[in-house]
């Protein structure tokens, strides 16, 4: 059951995402690409891996480029950036958890 839930909060996520980047286009898309690969940069340094792979840095990003005045424009970027960071951890956290019970 919390797999199929990650998994589908991670595809939901995802699916928004792209929504949102090729609306906007420009920095949008950057760091939506960014906000993808940012996890996957700190694999190799166990520190870094904790703070990335928490759910609480992106959440307060997504949280704050929602209440950020300002046009959908200059808000975009920032918002998509959270969003797939948090994709990504919703999908990282399905597909581990989808290679344990296989093992």
Known sequence: MTLALWLALGLFLLAFA????????????????????LPALSSGVPRLRRVFYHPALPIVIVAAFTVLPGTTDQIAPGFTFGLTWLAHLALARALSGLRRARI
């Not at 920095?27 to 906000?35: R, S």
């Open 18 to 37: 792209v929504f949102e980047a090729t609306k906007h286009l420009g920095w949008t898309m950057v760091l939506a690409a960014v906000g993808l690969g």
